[in-house]
């Protein structure tokens, strides 16, 4: 139970942190735009606006973006994807700790050709750090496409396959000239909050409050087919943790029987000197409570020992294209450990309530005249 537990949220957890470093948990952008990074129409928020997001008390961070899908080429080979531009004073704290490779790229007010890059996108082009590539966008105005040369300055990999063959990130001047836009346009304003359990709620309150052209789109709408396969990690959870302790009631039972069965001469000697049913009970009782404990605490040990083992040297490995990660996450919460544990141990011992009445069953003339 305790590995399930560890697993499950661990799974959950680190998903989730792959997403929202790479993705915003709240994207507001022009409703004619679709939920894809191809953004055609520009918004233009006022710092009223802005202030008014900034005021929330959920929201952690704003950014501004525009994305747009190209071609990356090289002399052997090519590849489509999205093209981030991003603002001089970009936070990517969020990034930095999936970069294998190179450095962050730094924006200056002037024009920047350096790009930060996917492992993927690196080791299907054979692009390196300090590399070069061309990228081409569709010009709308020419059937000829704009193509710039872009420099390779970093390299990361979040392992989870869906995110690194789709983005590159580079300076946002690039692609506000390309699409010929204003200074002040944008594709979309990317809200990063403090607490996932605040999303819903925190973007129904921007909705509600944003000009009419806006639309709100949570990172739980963006990657639905994600987030619902993760939720399955609950159900998956849940169902383990009650077979375990259907199992472990069955077993103690099973126990305090045996227990009762090897002691009936005995039941019988100490009714015959005058002790009370109630009293055998709780001595069964206390008896079986004991060897519960005494399971959990191994169990607890076991258990935590692996979870810790996995998360220093990732023993068990899996294939990101599948699960989105390299290997098993682990997340250990003590405060799940603990209602875990009390959930179990009073769970087993309403068990064998039923099963101690059977004291009161034994008769001290039948099993002593047994013996």
Same mark, same amino acid.
């Given at each position: 139970?305790?590995?399930?537990?560890?697993?499950?949220?661990?799974?959950?957890?680190?998903?989730?942190?792959?997403?929202?470093?790479?993705?915003?948990?709240?994207?507001?952008?022009?409703?004619?735009?679709?939920?894809?990074?191809?953004?055609?129409?520009?918004?233009?928020?006022?710092?009223?606006?802005?202030?008014?997001?900034?005021?929330?008390?959920?929201?952690?961070?704003?950014?501004?973006?525009?994305?747009?899908?190209?071609?990356?080429?090289?002399?052997?080979?090519?590849?489509?994807?999205?093209?981030?531009?991003?603002?001089?004073?970009?936070?990517?704290?969020?990034?930095?700790?999936?970069?294998?490779?190179?450095?962050?790229?730094?924006?200056?007010?002037?024009?920047?050709?350096?790009?930060?890059?996917?492992?993927?996108?690196?080791?299907?082009?054979?692009?390196?750090?300090?590399?070069?590539?061309?990228?081409?966008?569709?010009?709308?105005?020419?059937?000829?496409?704009?193509?710039?040369?872009?420099?390779?300055?970093?390299?990361?990999?979040?392992?989870?396959?869906?995110?690194?063959?789709?983005?590159?990130?580079?300076?946002?001047?690039?692609?506000?000239?390309?699409?010929?836009?204003?200074?002040?346009?944008?594709?979309?304003?990317?809200?990063?909050?403090?607490?996932?359990?605040?999303?819903?709620?925190?973007? !129904?309150? @921007?909705? %509600?409050?944003?000009?009419?052209? &806006?639309?709100? $789109?949570? *990172?739980?709408?963006?990657?639905? /087919? #994600?987030? !619902?396969? @993760?939720? %399955?990690?609950?159900?998956?959870? &849940?169902?383990? $943790?009650? *077979?375990?302790?259907?199992?472990? /009631? #069955?077993?103690?039972?099973?126990? %305090?029987?045996?227990?009762?069965?090897?002691?009936?001469?005995? *039941?019988?000697?100490?009714?015959?000197?005058?002790?009370?049913?109630?009293? %055998?009970?709780?001595?069964?009782?206390?008896?079986?409570?004991?060897?519960?404990?005494?399971?959990?605490?191994?169990?607890?040990?076991?258990?935590?020992?692996?979870?810790?083992?996995?998360?220093?040297?990732?023993?068990?490995?899996?294939?990101?294209?599948?699960?989105?990660?390299?290997?098993?996450?682990?997340?250990?919460?003590?405060?799940?450990?603990?209602?875990?544990?009390?959930?179990?141990?009073?769970?087993?011992?309403?068990?064998?309530?039923?099963?101690?009445?059977?004291?009161?069953?034994?008769?001290?003339?039948?099993?002593?005249?047994?013996?």
């Amino acid at each position: 139970m305790i590995i399930s537990i560890g697993v499950g949220f661990g799974m959950q957890r680190e998903i989730k942190e792959k997403i929202s470093s790479f993705e915003s948990h709240i994207i507001i952008q022009s409703f004619n735009n679709t939920i894809n990074e191809n953004s055609v129409n520009p918004i233009s928020p006022n710092l009223k606006f802005i202030d008014y997001l900034n005021s929330i008390p959920e929201v952690k961070n704003i950014e501004r973006t525009i994305s747009k899908f190209g071609i990356v080429r090289t002399t052997q080979d090519f590849d489509g994807l999205y093209f981030k531009g991003l603002e001089k004073n970009y936070d990517f704290s969020r990034i930095k700790k999936y970069i294998v490779e190179g450095k962050i790229p730094l924006f200056s007010d002037d024009f920047s050709n350096d790009v930060l890059i996917s492992k993927t996108l690196a080791d299907k082009l054979n692009l390196k750090v300090d590399g070069s590539f061309q990228m081409l966008f569709s010009n709308y105005d020419n059937p000829n496409p704009y193509v710039i040369k872009l420099i390779v300055v970093g390299i990361y990999d979040s392992g989870f396959e869906e995110l690194d063959s789709k983005f590159i990130f580079g300076d946002i001047k690039q692609i506000r000239r390309i699409s010929k836009w204003d200074d002040d346009e944008i594709s979309s304003l990317e809200i990063f909050i403090h607490d996932m359990k605040y999303l819903q709620s925190t973007s !129904e309150n @921007i909705y %509600l409050n944003s000009p009419p052209d &806006y639309d709100v $789109i949570t *990172i739980k709408q963006k990657y639905f /087919s #994600v987030y !619902e396969w @993760i939720g %399955l990690f609950d159900k998956n959870i &849940y169902a383990i $943790i009650f *077979i375990m302790i259907l199992v472990a /009631s #069955v077993n103690i039972i099973s126990v %305090l029987l045996v227990l009762i069965l090897e002691r009936t001469n005995m *039941i019988g000697i100490l009714k015959a000197f005058g002790l009370s049913n109630k009293s %055998l009970q709780k001595f069964f009782i206390y008896t079986a409570s004991y060897l519960i404990l005494i399971g959990i605490l191994i169990g607890n040990v076991i258990g935590l020992l692996i979870l810790t083992i996995q998360n220093k040297y990732k023993i068990i490995t899996l294939d990101p294209k599948i699960y989105y990660v390299d290997s098993v996450p682990v997340f250990i919460e003590f405060s799940h450990i603990f209602i875990l544990n009390i959930i179990v141990f009073m769970l087993c011992v309403i068990s064998i309530f039923f099963p101690s009445l059977l004291v009161s069953k034994v008769s001290p003339k039948d099993s002593i005249k047994f013996n």
